[in-house]
Nanobody, 124 residues
């Protein structure tokens, strides 16, 4: 079993930036796809961005394309999400997740391990 710990959340003004990090421990996740999901207040958890095990393939939900960048460092067992030009609608708890395979999916059921989440709040 792998433990995931997210960090880097906080309160930022509209148009600002944050960088989220997710550190995995317990086993290596270098062969697994990974993703970031988010859960806005009162809404369901949704996919934001995914990255395959090599880091060469990434995918973003339309609402964050061009503003968010997912990356990974397999040597450090970490995945990150750089978020620029933040908007009020980006406010949510952000979760990182480990996929059951080497690729990623937009479906939460494809992921076997989840972090506890980190709050991102964007003030307008």
């Amino acid at each position: 079993q792998v433990q995931l710990v997210e960090s880097g959340g906080g309160l930022v003004q509209d148009g600002g930036s944050l960088r989220l990090s997710c550190a995995a421990s317990g086993r290596t996740v270098s062969m697994n796809g990974m993703a970031w999901f988010r859960q806005p207040p009162g809404k369901e958890r949704v996919f934001v961005a995914g990255i395959n095990w090599t880091g060469r393939n990434t995918y973003y939900v339309n609402s964050v394309k061009g503003r968010f960048t997912i990356s990974r460092d397999n040597a450090k067992n970490t995945v990150s999400l750089q978020m620029n030009t933040l908007k009020a609608e980006d406010t949510a708890v952000y979760f990182c997740a480990v996929a059951r395979g080497s690729d990623f999916s937009t479906e939460a059921e494809y992921y076997t391990d989840w972090g506890q989440g980190t709050q991102v709040s964007v003030s307008s």
